[in-house]
């Protein structure tokens, strides 16, 4: 499945941008920041941000909640907040944190696209779905929706056959948007071709992403991939038998 990309700097104020270009990708100019103005919150989630990709989640947790604390009804402190927690695996405290900023956000894509990511991911897939079917009605030329939305519908249970025709369609329109060149988006095709009864089609189209997945150095998905591969070639030899 695809996350969005979370790792973000956020810049506000011609002070900060200065020390922006000053420190450029050092946990430094956060640093600094903080220690002219400590409630500069922004400062908080960026450094937050800088540790937590340093692994080192406990001061980083500490810089999220601080920055929540100090805008405790901002959208992106509370937003980093519930992104962290889901990174680092709290995924029940990340489930709350999501809800409670849709609660107060209703109309955030970035809030029920990942909540409906990390729902699907704890099986809570007719939750996830409605969250995605919200994501893809704010933004309905996602990529990333439609491909995970598409892998969602195959997985509720007693899909029925309007399920697999909409998840092909959006699986396929996926794949055309990023012109077949894009590893996670052709292995989500190729799931819903395979849930769709064409196991055949879903083979060629996992090697063709297993191609793409070696060629960018994507080693997860490659892995991913050939363990999908082998039960999926293990289902054709069956079905020939």
Known sequence: MLMLGSAMIIVSGTRTAQYLITWRDSGSVWRQALAVDPANYIAHINLGNYLRDQ????EAGSHFREAARLRPTAFQPLLSLARFESSRGA????????????QAYPVSFEAHYELGYLQ??????EEGIAHYEHALRSR???????????VALTSRKGYQKR????????????????????????FSLSIVYFESGNPS???ITAHRA?????????????????QYLEHQEDAITRERE
């Open 140 to 150: 309905p030329h996602t990529v990333a929706t439609m491909s995970n939305l598409a």
């Open 55 to 58: 692994n080192q989640l406990e």
């Open 91 to 102: 995924n029940q405290r990340a489930l709350a944190l999501y809800a409670g900023v849709i």
């Open 163 to 186: 399920d697999i025709a909409r998840a092909l369609m959006l699986a396929q329109r996926a794949a055309d948007l990023t012109m077949h060149q894009h590893p996670d988006v052709l």
């Open 210 to 226: 297993n191609a793409l997945a070696v060629e960018s150095g994507n080693q997860t998905l490659v892995r991913r991939i050939k």
């Open 201 to 203: 089609m879903a083979v």
């Open 120 to 125: 699907v991911r704890q099986g809570q897939v």
